[in-house]
């Protein structure tokens, strides 16, 4: 949560913003409770250090009749990525596959 100052010419704009800040810090905090209660007590800033590290990826194979067949899957977690994953109880390669000709 990158705090710099926002400035709105209209007051609900700003409501708004507020309204979200304070939702994704009650995220945080339930996100970093259920880890120490796993005995992860990393602070936030290595937590997203350790979870930037998986990617997206798209693979583009072209066929012999002219179409392309386009891959997407996530990357394999690292080791510290997967015990964070298992603690939350969240699949560790979100998206799953996807395929798709064009």
């Known amino acids: 949560m990158g705090l710099r100052p926002i400035f709105h010419s209209k007051e609900a704009r700003t409501d708004g913003h507020l309204f979200i800040l304070v939702l994704a810090y009650q995220l945080v905090q339930v996100i970093r409770r259920r880890l120490k209660m796993q005995g992860i007590t990393m602070s936030w800033g290595g937590l997203r250090e350790v ?52």
């Open 51 to 102: 979870l930037s590290v998986q990617r997206r990826v798209t693979t583009r194979f072209f066929q012999r009749d002219g179409r392309a067949l386009h891959v997407r899957k996530t990357t394999r977690p690292e080791p510290e990525l997967a015990a964070i994953y298992w603690a939350l109880n969240i699949d560790p390669t979100p998206g799953g596959v996807q395929k798709m000709v064009i």
